[in-house]
Every structure is written in C-alpha cells, then in structure tokens.
C-alpha cells in the first residue's frame, strides 16, 4: 500500500481530536442505545443500516486501537467514560485526557512507518483521480519539494482527505483542511451527498491575538456552563438539555446571544469546578490557555461558534465504494450515512475507524468491479449568470470570509444565491493551478459552490442546516441532495 500526504503525515483533523470516540463498551450501554442517539441526532436523515454497522462494529475496533497501543485513560483498570451532548449515558473513549487524536494519531503513524507493507510519500499533493471509462487507474500529484508531476497507478484508491473547514473564516480546523478530495471526486464523476450538512462547533477559544482553539464539547460535559457578557445563563432560553443540547443548537443559542447583547462572544465557565479535575482532564486546554495568561480554574473563556465537520462528502456504499470503479472515500470526505443532517460528537473517528476497515478487507477480496449503484436522482450544478458581479477579487480570505457571511450558521435564500453567484464568477477566473495554494484555492471554490448551491436547494431547516426564511422542518425534504457532473437532470 502507498500513502500519499499533502504534509508531513501528522498533519490532519485527526490530531486535533480532543473530547474522544464514542462506543457503547459499559455494562449500562449497548449499541442499540447507541444506534438510538445517533439517529436522533441526525434528524431523519441517517442511513439506519450504516448507523447499525457503526455502532456494532464500534467495540472491535476499539479493541483493534487498544491491540495497537493506544493508551486510553482508565479509572479503576477499566477504560474511563465520559459524556457528551445528545449520548444519553457515558460512552465516549479519551486518551491522554484531552490529546484523543493525538494519542490515536502517533499510535497509528508509527504503525504504518513500521509496516514493511506500507510506504508513505510525504509532501505529495493529490491533484487528480486518472479514470478511464468510469474506471480508477491512478492518481496525478505535485510532489511540492521539487514541483514535478508524478502519476503512481493503482487498481484501488483511497481517498482519505478529511474535512473542509479551511472554507470558513472562523474553523477549528488546521490549514490541510480545505476539501480537496471532495473537489477531486466530483471532478470525477463521483457522487457527492449533503453538503448542505455542515457542523459549526459552539465552543472556540476566541482571544485577541491567540489562534482559534477548540475547547472540547466535554467541558460542558463535566459541568461548564454558557454565560452571555452579563454574567447570565442563557442556554435554557434555548433549549430544555441547556448546555448540553445538540451541536446546532448550542451553536444558534451563542449566535442569538451575542446579537442580543451586541457582544462578539459569550463565556464558558468553568470556575465551580475543583482545578485539580480541569488540569487532569483537560490538561491540553488548560495549558493552552494558562500559555496564553488564563487560568481556566478561576477565570471565564471567551468563545464563539467555529467551524468543524461535514457531515456531507463523497457518497459511498456500506463498504467505502464509490460510484466511480476503484474509488473509495473514507473518513471526514466521506458520507457513509451515518450522520444524516447532524453528528453525534464523536462518532466521526469511529467512523474512520469502522469503514476504513470495511474498506481495506473490500479491497483486499479481489478487484471484482468495486463500485456502488448510482443514485438514480442527482443534480449538476447550474449555469449561473455572473454578468453583474462586482466583487471579483478572489483569494482564500474573500472566499472564507464570503462561505461564513453567506453559508454559516444561520442562512438565507438572498445570502445564499449571493455567494452561489459568486463562486461561479470565481470560478470562471480561476487560472491554472501549478503549486498547492493555487490547487487548494481552486478545490474550495468547488466544495463552497457545491455548499452553497445544496443549502439553496433545501428550502427547509433541519439538523445543522438553518435557514432564517424557512425555519421549520419539512416532510417534503426526507431526502438527500446529490450532485454529479453530467447528470441527467439539471438544478432548479
Ligand atoms: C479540533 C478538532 C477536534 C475534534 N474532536 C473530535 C472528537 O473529539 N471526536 C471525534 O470523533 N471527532 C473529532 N473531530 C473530527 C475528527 O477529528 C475528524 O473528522 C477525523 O479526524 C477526520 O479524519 P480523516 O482521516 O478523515 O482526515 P484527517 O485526519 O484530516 O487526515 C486527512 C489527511 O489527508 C491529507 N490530504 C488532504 N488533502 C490532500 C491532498 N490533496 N493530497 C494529499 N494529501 C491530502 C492531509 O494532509 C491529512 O494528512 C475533531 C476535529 C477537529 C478539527
């Protein structure tokens, strides 16, 4: 197996993890509870036998990590389990308290460096799927040390490219997240489903002059509260789970707040809570604030809503296929159907877990025709009327700042149509890329027209998906929004 990475291998989403994996392994949980949570949280729309492998297959692959080394904390000698919003017992898996992915991360890497099986290419930017009638037979990349083109071959490809939360101005997403696979895949034929799907997390650090940070969904698991500027609870307002509600509408709440007090944050306090707790279990973001001169334990943290997951992607089958023969999509560019309109925290690096399995014993039982039935109902992006567009200066702070404006949290048709104009007039401008910022400039374009243009079309509110001038959910819209170049049938 060859692996290809833009960067060196440790840089991805998966190192930022923090609060944990999700899998029903205690005596007062069961993957049917789990499986339960999860399609609550994805608002009609999760693929229930996705969800059902999911959460059944949770518990080997958990064994599979601990096999491998990875140190999950323990209390007592057993695995330790924390909660957080919308799972309805404690379930969620945490190693080195709040360093999860880091620890599954460098568990991982060295297994793979190890491998006699594996070679890595560092520094190798994918920037093109080579198919031949419908079919993968290689992959072209920029080898960014020495700026040559090299074209490896293969019978199956992976792509494991992550999220696209580099597309919004305010992300917890480090710099190699900015959809490329999503953008490579479409530009392949393949099938890409609910885009419109994507999680703003509400809780970011957000200083002056300090780096966006996550602050984990499990501090308000462990008992951190929201405050406005005035020192007041407010998340009841909201919703009856107070802090503790979905990702969307604790993410709403802030938003709300914050226009209601003219503030550009709210506050997370965790002050009533013993220190010696904070820095055991969370001690990555207590030494980054205490790094930063805040003391956690004694001090409010300033935070805003950011930008983090999607639940949208690559579309694929329970077994990582695609519909483009030998291509598959695993992980955060992946839809498998396990997060329907909204994620379960934590759900997303079992499912890297769960399908990257799936896929690797697919692949490894032949090369009979790996692919997925078509979807028999897509759309393809429109032709848009760019004529009138006045503001055509395009580089990655207009685009960033133009999807969070447009295509954030909460939405409009004028927003949206704005920004699907937009991008379509960037898009026409778009010289040919020759080095990685130009490749990933012109990948975001696509991925934000294929956001933008799929939250136009669900004329509803649902799951992470809001939109100001229809607030409630549908009937009409139970279904997903899938896009393919050339496809039959053409956007209204
Ligand atoms: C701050 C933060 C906290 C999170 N906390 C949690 C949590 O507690 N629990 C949970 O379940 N999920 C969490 N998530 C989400 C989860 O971490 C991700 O969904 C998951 O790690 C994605 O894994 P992946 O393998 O799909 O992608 P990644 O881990 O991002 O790996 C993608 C790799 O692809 C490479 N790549 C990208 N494009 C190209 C290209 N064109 N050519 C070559 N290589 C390329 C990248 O360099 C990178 O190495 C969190 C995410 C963030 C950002």
Redesign the pocket.
């Known amino acids: 197996m060859l692996i290809?990475?833009?960067?060196s291998?440790d840089?991805?989403?998966?190192k930022?993890?923090?609060?944990?994996?999700a899998a029903a392994i205690s005596s007062i949980d069961s993957p049917e509870l789990h499986f339960k949570d999860t399609i609550a949280a994805g608002a009609g729309l999760c693929d229930p036998e996705a969800v059902r492998i999911l959460t059944e297959e949770a518990a080997d692959r958990i064994a599979d990590l601990v096999k491998l080394g990875v140190p999950f904390d323990t209390v007592n000698g057993e695995i330790a389990l924390t909660k957080e919003a919308a799972h309805s017992v404690p379930r969620i898996l945490h190693a080195g308290g709040d360093a999860?992915?880091e620890r599954i991360e460098v568990t991982l890497s060295n297994a793979a460096r190890a491998s006699r099986a594996i070679t890595i290419f560092e520094y190798?930017?994918?920037t093109e799927i080579l198919v031949k009638n419908n079919k993968v037979y290689g992959v072209a990349a920029l080898d960014l040390r020495s700026g040559t083109r090299e074209e490896f071959n293969c019978r199956n490809l992976i792509l494991?490219?992550?999220?696209v939360?580099r597309l919004f101005k305010i992300t917890?997403?480090p710099d190699?997240?900015t959809g490329?696979?999503v953008a490579l895949a479409y530009r392949t034929g393949a099938e890409i489903i609910d885009m419109e799907f994507f999680q703003f997390h509400p809780t970011a650090l957000r200083m002056p002059g300090v780096p966006l940070f996550?602050i984990?969904e499990a501090v308000r698991g462990e008992g951190g509260v929201l405050r406005n500027v005035r020192g007041e609870r407010f998340m009841k307002k909201y919703s009856p789970q107070g802090e503790l509600a979905p990702r969307d509408v604790v993410a709403r709440g802030i938003v709300a707040e914050m226009k209601e007090t003219g503030a550009n944050r709210v506050f997370l306090d965790v002050t009533h809570l013993p220190a010696r707790i904070l820095s055991a279990r969370f001690p990555q973001i207590y030494r980054f604030c205490l790094d930063h001169g805040l003391d956690i334990t004694t001090s409010l943290i300033p935070v805003v809503p950011a930008a983090?997951?999607s639940m949208g992607g690559v579309k694929t089958n329970y077994w990582g296929e695609t519909n483009v023969e030998g291509l598959f999509a695993?992980?955060?560019?992946a839809s498998t159907g396990v997060h329907g309109a909204n994620r379960l925290a934590?759900?997303?690096?079992?499912e890297?877990l769960v399908f990257g399995k799936r896929i690797v014993e697919r692949t490894l039982r032949g090369n009979a025709h790996l692919k997925a039935t078509p979807s028999p109902d897509v759309y393809t992006l429109k032709k848009r009327d760019t004529s009138d567009i006045n503001d055509t200066t395009l580089n990655v702070t207009a685009l960033q700042s133009l999807l969070w404006d447009n295509v954030g949290i909460v939405r409009s048709g004028k927003e949206l149509e704005e920004a699907a104009d937009t991008l379509a007039a960037w898009e026409k401008q778009l010289e040919p890329a020759t080095d990685r910022p130009s490749y990933e400039l012109a990948n975001m374009v696509t991925v934000g027209r294929l956001m933008a243009e799929a939250a136009l079309i669900r004329e509803e509110s649902r799951g992470a998906h809001y939109r100001s001038d229809f607030p409630n959910a549908s009937n009409a819209w139970l279904k997903h929004i899938v896009f393919r170049k050339k496809a039959a049938k053409s956007q209204k």
């Open positions: 290809i990475t833009k960067g291998i840089e991805c989403n998966t930022h993890a923090q609060g944990g994996i999860t992915g190798f930017l994918a494991a490219t992550g999220g939360g917890t997403n190699i997240a490329d696979g996550l984990s983090h997951y695993s992980g955060e560019v934590s759900n997303s690096l079992l890297v």
